[in-house]
């Protein structure tokens, strides 16, 4: 795939974690990467969610999706993972998508949405960031 072909709504791959307690597929979307993490995320499977962050960060796309919907359970090991891509993303814009319970509260109590930009679907925080993106006039 060259860097100018957009593929959107395709699924190019799946990462599972060996216990098959966490997963993470990936979506690209013309230059941003959608990452649809699943499962649980704590000390054993968030290696599995760090991978696939650094290997979609090496493409350096405009923006970075973390898609936590069908998470159901993040541990301070998940929650520092969110944080460090967020603090090494350079010029990736890095945004969080977070609509349930076992997520949201953790967010918020950790404080992490004073630093990460969270939206509710992989949609809006695809739509947030064209609309954000320098050079753009179609927003």
């Given amino acids: 795939m060259t860097h100018d072909e957009t593929v959107d709504e395709t ?21 941003g ?14 290696p ?3 991978d696939a962050i650094t290997g979609a960060m090496r493409a350096e796309p405009t923006v970075l999706v973390i898609d936590l919907s069908a998470v159901e359970f993040i541990a301070s090991r998940g929650l520092e993972a969110l944080l460090m ?4 993303a350079g010029k990736t814009s890095v945004r969080v998508v977070s609509n349930s319970m076992a997520t949201a509260r953790s967010l918020d109590v950790s404080g992490l949405t004073d630093h990460l930009h969270v939206f509710g679907t992989v949609a809006s925080a695809l739509a947030a960031v064209t609309m954000a993106t320098p050079g753009d006039d179609s927003a």
């Avoid at 959608?34 to 000390?43: I, P, T, Y």
């Avoid at 891509?85 to 090494?88: I, K, P, R, T, V």
């Fill in 48 to 50: 599995t969610l760090t």
């Fill in 85 to 88: 891509a967020h603090q090494s």
């Fill in 11 to 31: 699924r190019d791959e799946t990462v599972d974690e060996p216990s098959g307690r966490a997963a993470v597929g990936v979506e690209h979307h013309g230059d």
């Fill in 33 to 46: 990467v959608v990452l649809h993490v699943s499962g649980e995320l704590d000390l054993l499977t968030t």
